[in-house]
C-alpha cells in the first residue's frame, strides 16, 4: 500500500546491481542494471541522483545501450531534449564517427551531425566507465557536432582501469561523476 512506502536511499538503490562474472567473456566482471531497472524505486532514486547533477545543459546525450536509459529519464525529469550517440550504422540521417576500444574488443558509435547544433551545451550519460575509450568517443563527437560537453555522468566507475584519467587528459574541462566507483 502506498502509505507503507519509504524513501529508499541512493546507497540502497545501487545494491541492485549485479555481478556477472566472465560475461561478455572470461575475466570480465560485468555490472547488470537490469534489477536495478526493474525496482520503480530504486530506478527513480537514481534519476534523481543524476538529474541534480545537470546544470546549464540543453541536451542530456545517452550513449548506447543502456545509457539511453539514464539518459532519456534525466532528460526527462530535467525538461531538456535527450540526443542518443548509436553504434555504427543505427543512425537515419548524416552522422559523425568515432572508433574506440573496449576491455574485451573494439566498437564504433555515431551521432547525427545536427545534433548539437547552435552549440548546445550537453551532459553525456553512461552506465559504466571503464577504460573510458566509449566516453572519449562520444567526446569527441559531441565536439565535432558542434557541441559544448558540461559534464558526464556514469552509473559505476571502475577505478584501476584509468578511465577518468584518459577522460580527463583528453578533455581536461569536463567535469566526471560517477554515483559508484570501485
Known sequence: MWWNW???????????????????????LFKDITPLLANPEAFGVVVDAFAADVKS????????????????AIAAQ??????????SGKLPYKTYGAKYGLEYGDDEIE???DSFSDGKIITIVDDVLATGGTLCAALELAERA?????????????????????????????EIRSLVTS
Not at 545543459?57 to 532519456?72: L, N, P, Q, Y
Request: hydrophobic share 50%; glycine share 10%; charged share 20%.
Open 6 to 28: 519509504v524513501v529508499m536511499k541512493l546507497e540502497t538503490a545501487l545494491t541492485f546491481i549485479r555481478d556477472i562474472p566472465d560475461y561478455p567473456k572470461p575475466g570480465i
Open 111 to 113: 551521432v547525427h551531425v
Open 78 to 87: 530535467t525538461n531538456r531534449g535527450f540526443v542518443p550517440f548509436r553504434k
Open 57 to 72: 545543459s540543453d541536451i542530456v546525450a545517452g550513449i548506447e545501450a543502456r545509457g539511453f536509459i539514464f539518459a532519456a
Open 146 to 174: 558542434g557541441a559544448k560537453v558540461e559534464s558526464v555522468l556514469v552509473l559505476f566507475e571502475i577505478a584501476g582501469l584509468g578511465g577518468r584519467e584518459q577522460i580527463s587528459a583528453k578533455f581536461p574541462n569536463v
